[in-house]
């Protein structure tokens, strides 16, 4: 009984001990250093303009004039780009209902942007992210809009793929992901243009 009495109260200083360090101390010596050396991005990564928040660099937005470059479609909430239910459609590949929603996807990107019928379509221009939230395209998918955009904001087409070509972010440490352009930062650069 003593050997078990002794085990019981070794047991309990263990746990709260943990749960002081891992819950408590480990936690808030994590945020310190995040916020001393990494302060922009411990806080969300947010998009400041004249004082007001105007979104963040991590979450896709729903930009849907035709003066604006078009994000991955998003199937997160009503609406899509509700950041409190980020997630995929959870449909797989062999999915009729996912099939038919991307048919519907090429067709309406390809009216949208006066593509004909034998232009190839980027994936990311059809089909959602996991989270639902990404605000990155591939360049090709930024190319194939760049016209639409260029002419919606009456500027010149050579101009438009120069700040796309201004706007491209390479691979994560050099190896990961690919090149991409982040349609928010994008969007919001061409709002800032005279």
């Given amino acids: ?19 002081i360090i891992l819950c408590g101390i480990y ?15 411990a806080n969300g990564s947010l998009i400041v303009r004249n004082g007001k928040i105007v979104g963040s ?8 004039d035709a003066k604006y470059f078009h994000p991955r479609p998003s199937s997160t ?11 995929g459609s959870n449909l797989g590949p062999t999915s009729k209902k996912l099939v038919q929603t991307v048919k519907e996807r090429i067709e309406a990107y390809r009216a949208e942007n006066g593509l004909s019928a034998d232009v190839p379509i980027p994936a990311d221009a059809v089909t959602a992210s996991a989270s639902g939230l990404d605000p990155h395209i591939t360049l090709e998918n930024a ?11 009456g500027i010149d087409e050579s101009v438009m793929l120069e700040k796309l070509r201004a706007s491209l972010e390479g691979r994560d440490l050099r190896i990961l992901g690919e090149p991409r352009i982040n349609v928010t930062k994008l969007n919001l650069s061409l709002d800032e243009m005279k």
């Fill in 77 to 87: 909430g009503e609406n899509g780009y509700d950041a409190s239910s980020s997630g």
């Fill in 57 to 64: 660099e991590l979450l896709g937005q729903n930009f849907v």
């Fill in 27 to 41: 936690p808030l010596v994590v945020w310190g250093i995040a916020q001393v050396f990494f302060p922009h991005q």
């Fill in 1 to 19: 009984m003593k050997t078990f009495i002794r085990e019981l109260r070794v047991s309990i200083i263990a746990t709260i001990a943990l749960g």
């Fill in 143 to 153: 190319r194939l809009q760049a016209s639409r955009v260029a002419r919606a904001r």
